[in-house]
């Protein structure tokens, strides 16, 4: 069974960081590409990063290009996503998602396993 966790969340202040981690457990990591897609209150599902399944391609949303990084470390089945210079718009429930093949996934459709998300909130 699949099966991903994600932590870090919190509050902080504008301009500030904050990385997220999503474990994952029930398949074989590396094979699959994997992603972040965030909720932001009232707003539909939106995708912020992907990153293939070696970590040697990664694709951003333009909200976030030179702000987020999205990383992974198949030795130890995580997936990571940095988050510098933080702005309030950036509030969010923010999800770890599987995708359905190695190779990149920069589309909602793209993901078929999802974690139960971590609150993100970027306020003064």
């Known amino acids: 069974e699949v099966q991903l966790v994600e932590s870090g969340g919190g509050l902080v202040q504008p301009g500030g960081s904050l990385r997220l981690s999503c474990a994952a457990s029930?398949?074989?990591?590396?094979?699959?590409?994997m992603g972040w897609v965030r909720q932001a209150p009232g707003k539909e599902l939106e995708w912020v990063s992907g990153?293939?399944?070696?970590?040697?391609?990664?694709s951003y949303a333009d909200s976030v290009k030179g702000r987020f990084t999205i990383s992974r470390d198949n030795a130890k089945n995580t997936l990571y996503l940095q988050m510098n210079s933080l702005k309030p718009e950036d509030t969010a429930v923010y999800y770890c998602?599987?995708?359905?093949?190695?190779?990149?996934?920069?589309?909602?459709?793209?993901?078929?396993?999802w974690g139960q998300g971590t609150q993100v909130t970027v306020s003064s």
């Open positions: 998602a599987k995708a359905w093949w190695e190779s990149i996934a920069t589309t909602l459709v793209d993901f078929d396993s």
């Open positions: 029930g398949f074989t990591f590396s094979a699959y590409a």
């Open positions: 990153i293939n399944g070696g970590g040697g391609s990664t």
